[in-house]
């Protein structure tokens, strides 16, 4: 069995090298199976396991009457089929809570280098709907959480990073905070939101720190004493 995955992934990288070298380009077929056989010295079998592993990491797609067509990769596989094996351990949902720190806080400068009028609107309607939730609605609160949070990310104009914060907040969207952080946040949505209409970059980061507090205490909880808070779907102890 060893043999057999070794001789596909030597096959995989083959056909990569394959397309690199005659130029192909995304949208062009590719050789079919058999052709692909010929051509690498192997069987049918062990190309159809190549082309299925590069399928499922989005180098390549079949397409009716077309065949296999070569497709630009999903960056974020990996990251996709760990979040949904079930198999994270509490370290590496650590280190993908500070990864998530980390961009909020380091965004800044493409934030305010591309917010519109629009986007500090929706930012307020956002805001004006929080305020108006009653503060033992919870699951409503959250939610504009994350809204404000994904505004921000949209704002930034980067469709990668407003990927990876999607597959961040599909971990993190089901971890139990606590009640009372709209209470103990230092710097409010409605605060940054001012920031960003009319203050400066350094300023935001500074602010974003300070406001990304109750998330760093809940982040403690969460890894470590006896008492820990419930952990999302998908994560193993």
């Known amino acids: 069995m060893k043999n057999d995955s070794t001789l596909t992934e030597q096959v995989e990288q083959k056909i990569l090298k394959y397309i690199t070298e005659q130029g192909y380009q995304i949208g062009d077929t590719l050789p079919r199976e058999n052709e692909f056989a010929l051509l690498l010295g192997v069987s049918r079998v062990v190309v159809r396991e190549a082309l299925s592993r590069l399928r499922i990491m989005g180098f390549v797609e079949t397409r009716r009457k077309r065949g296999t067509v070569l497709k630009s990769p999903d960056m974020f596989y990996g990251v996709k089929t760990i979040i949904g094996s079930g198999k994270l351990d509490l370290e590496s949902l650590k280190d993908l809570f500070e990864v998530r720190i980390m961009l909020e806080i380091g965004m800044a400068d493409f934030i305010f280098m591309r917010r519109t009028e629009n986007d500090l609107e929706e930012l307020m309607r956002i805001i004006q709907e929080e305020n108006a939730t009653g503060e033992t609605d919870f699951e409503k609160l959250a939610r504009l959480d994350i809204q404000f949070h ?22 993190f969207v089901t971890y139990s905070r606590n009640k009372d952080w709209k209470h103990k946040q230092i710097i409010s949505h409605e605060a940054l ?39 999302p779907d998908g994560v193993s102890q």
């Open 150 to 171: 994904s505004t921000l990310y949209k704002i930034s104009g980067n469709k990668t990073l407003r990927a990876f914060q999607h597959l961040l907040n599909t971990l």
């Open 193 to 231: 939101a001012g920031i960003l209409a009319h203050g400066t970059p350094d300023a935001f980061r500074s602010a974003m720190r300070l406001h990304l507090n109750t998330r760093f205490e809940d982040m403690e909880k969460l890894f470590s004493g006896p008492e820990k808070l419930r952990m």
